[in-house]
């Protein structure tokens, strides 16, 4: 069963840069909506970038202009670069298929912006 693995996260100051990385054993170039989730302590998971296997993108209001989400179907990897990083950004990121059926949840990766 396909369950993605993230990478990439840590801690990091307030206006730091961190780049997440998402693979999984299957070929993303079938995949028609990949996409970034996070989930803070207490709230539901929430999807913050996706991207089209056409190239459109959409971003939540929460991280446009400072978030940028690629993928690289030849490496069945997906990124979110995060820039700017706010402590209201602090969350466990995963990265999933949009559109049902989604995939198991991985492990996720902490992303912790504090000073």
């Known amino acids: 069963q396909v369950q993605p693995v993230e990478s990439g996260g840590g801690l990091v100051q307030p206006g730091g840069s961190l780049r997440l990385s998402c693979a999984a054993s299957?070929?993303?170039?079938?995949?028609?909506?990949m996409g970034w989730y996070r989930q803070a302590p207490g709230n539901q998971r929430e999807l913050v970038a996706s991207?089209?296997?056409?190239?459109?993108?959409y971003y939540a209001d929460s991280v446009k202009g400072r978030f940028t989400i690629s993928r690289d179907n030849a490496k069945n990897t997906v990124y979110l670069q995060m820039n700017s990083l706010k402590p209201e950004d602090t969350a466990v990121y995963y990265c999933?298929?949009?559109?049902?059926?989604?995939?198991?949840w991985g492990q996720g990766t902490q992303v912790t912006v504090s000073s």
């Open positions: 999933n298929k949009v559109l049902a059926p989604v995939w198991p």
């Open positions: 299957v070929s993303f170039s079938s995949l028609y909506v």
């Open positions: 991207i089209l296997r056409t190239g459109n993108i």
